[in-house]
């Protein structure tokens, strides 16, 4: 269908038949029971109350005719006749895995509470000595870690440890004492032997000695291992150079370990 | 335009004339040919599928069945929800995020897990052991890593190995007393000078000070330099006494 014209030009002194007034009439009544876009003019302005309700499919409100557009108002909103995201609408649950990766954070914006603790601590409860012995576990001093893959820093650190030789009043040659520290992670060493040693030399006479050497239990160290799980132990000697000769190491109470990946 | 009206009321005994019939005829062809809103019935009711597909723009489609419009949302990151437009659970992919769009209060305390971190990017030597017999600084030979920062503060630090005995040793088969020291450089700038001295004095008896060794981690610096590539070094140098023997690995890593 589309715009219609006139079937039959009417003359005076040509009387109507009744075929012409039907074709008129009938051309008319079937263009009002078919109309289409052809027969509104351009201007027509349908307003919003001559269409049915159901108009508004999903995603839609109506009210009075008037289609708007029904967000949920928390994640999506209108504003000034615009659809746009809502503030503070993206939620934690809107944020798909990974979506935030460096170029989304702004920078010096992940503070410290920001990052997740992953640490562990021991410490000794009680002075621990140890005599002519190689590679003493330390009691007390186990701190069991799980990494993702990141390097472990392991400590040791809070009080002395005090390294002794009884008084030998006929020394000759080497005296003193020889002390390593260990930390093994599992039956693996993490740190082999790193030394701490005082010894003297005597030359050609007999003399007295004695040491007591006393120093801060301070160690650090960086595991670079792969992700798991992983038990740290503290191991110390405490030996004398000498045949015969004794030495003594005492850990004392409050020796922490730590672990922590970096 | 409007309602249309009639443009003759024809009454009985009125003679059909020609321009009556055409005026009348007309005037109903062209409203019809020119309709608008007022030619409407109020409650006209106009059902959807009477509707053009074209009437939906963009972000709308016209249904096939019912000819409703409806939202097209693109179901990944926005979808229709209970009849509402909303953002789709997991929706705002990295795409979506404008740069910087994250700041602090954003992200959930302790949420940052170390997985999240970039990698730590430490530089470490392996196990070296060398000595200095000069009274002179000089280079340990192959204590130096080489690191590139963004600004944060370094950590730089000797460390024992998995194997071999490490640390910091002087002594002496004559002297009573040794010294020794040893400095971490950045580059040509000295960020750390540590000095060792141990002395005996005995009396009746000759005597020498045969071995001290201090473990490797007793040597240490915090730096705090700009951004920028550096390298680190450490160097020693023997004051008194046999020799300055060290045996360790340097490490260096910026810190979190």
Redesign the interface.
């Known amino acids: 269908m589309g715009q219609i014209s006139r079937a039959t030009e009417f003359a005076n002194g040509n009387p109507p038949f009744a075929d012409d007034l039907n074709a008129e009439m009938n051309q008319i009544a079937s263009t009002g029971n078919n109309l289409d876009n052809d027969n509104f003019v351009a201007g027509a302005n349908i307003s919003e109350t001559k269409f049915a309700s159901t108009l508004a499919g999903s995603g839609f409100d109506v009210a009075n005719g008037v289609l708007s557009l029904n967000t949920d108002d928390a994640s999506l909103e209108t504003s000034a006749d615009a659809l746009q995201v809502r503030n503070l609408g993206v939620t934690a649950a809107k944020l798909a895995a990974n979506a935030v990766t460096t170029a989304k954070i702004l920078n010096a914006n992940v503070t410290r509470a920001k990052i997740a603790t992953s640490y562990q601590t021991a410490v000794t409860v009680a002075d621990q000595t140890i005599t002519n012995t190689s590679n003493a576990l330390v009691t007390s001093l186990t701190v069991t870690i799980t990494t993702t893959g990141r390097p472990v820093l392991l400590a040791i650190y809070g009080a002395s440890i005090e390294f002794s030789t009884p008084l030998n009043t006929s020394a000759t040659a080497l005296k003193g004492y020889e002390g390593s520290v260990r930390i093994a992670r599992g039956a693996t060493n993490v740190v082999n032997s790193d030394l701490v040693r005082m010894r003297i030399r005597g030359v050609g006479t007999n003399y007295d000695t004695q040491v007591t050497d006393k120093r801060p239990f301070c160690h650090l160290m960086v595991d670079a291992v792969a992700a798991g799980t992983y038990t740290y132990v503290v191991r110390v000697s405490a030996n004398a150079p000498s045949i015969g000769d004794s030495a003594s190491a005492i850990i004392k109470t409050g020796t922490k370990l730590f672990a922590m990946e970096l | 335009?409007s309602t249309i009206a009639r443009v003759t009321n024809f009454v009985d005994g009125d003679v059909?004339?020609?321009?009556d019939?055409?005026d009348e005829?007309?005037n109903?062809?062209d409203n019809?040919?020119?309709?608008?809103?007022d030619n409407?019935?109020?409650a006209?009711?106009?059902?959807?599928s009477k509707?053009?597909a074209s009437i939906a723009g963009s972000?709308l489609v016209k249904?096939g069945t019912?000819?409703?419009?409806?939202?097209n949302?693109d179901n990944v990151t926005?979808e229709?929800?209970s009849?509402?437009?909303?953002?789709?659970?997991?929706?705002?992919?990295?795409a979506?995020?404008?740069?910087?769009?994250?700041?602090?209060a954003k992200?959930?305390?302790?949420?940052?897990?170390?997985?999240k971190?970039?990698?730590?990017g430490?530089q470490?030597t392996g196990r070296i052991s060398d000595s200095e017999t000069g009274s002179s600084y000089a280079d340990l030979t192959g204590l130096t890593v080489t690191i590139t920062t963004t600004g944060r503060p370094v950590m730089v630090?000797l460390?024992?190995?998995?194997?071999?005995?490490?640390?910091l040793?002087h002594?002496s088969?004559?002297l009573d007393a040794v010294e020794t020291a040893v400095r971490i450089l950045r580059d040509a700038t000295v960020v750390a000078e540590y000095e060792m001295e141990?002395a005996?004095t005995?009396s009746?008896?000759?005597?020498?000070?045969?071995?001290?060794?201090?473990?490797?981690?007793?040597i240490?610096v915090i730096d705090t330099p700009a951004a920028g590539t550096y390298t680190y070094k450490l160097q020693g140098k023997n004051v008194a006494g046999d020799a300055l023997s060290v045996s360790a690995e340097l490490?260096a890593?910026e810190l979190?």
Do not use: H, Y
Not at chain 2, 32 to 37: D, F, K, P, R, S
Not at chain 2, 107 to 115: C, F, G, P
């Open positions: 335009m059909l004339d020609a321009a019939l055409n005829f007309d109903l062809v019809l040919n020119a309709l608008n809103n409407i019935a109020a006209a009711g106009i059902a959807p509707i053009s972000g249904n019912t000819g409703a419009l409806e939202v949302p926005v229709i929800s009849n509402q437009i909303v953002i789709k659970d997991l929706g705002i992919t990295a979506k995020l404008a740069a910087d769009a994250v700041t602090t992200i959930l305390d302790s949420n940052v897990t170390r997985a971190l970039a990698a730590l430490q470490q630090m460390q024992g190995a998995t194997s071999g005995a490490t640390g040793a002594g088969t004559t141990t005996l005995v009746g008896a000759t005597i020498s000070v045969d071995s001290v060794v201090i473990p490797a981690s007793s240490f490490i890593w979190m």
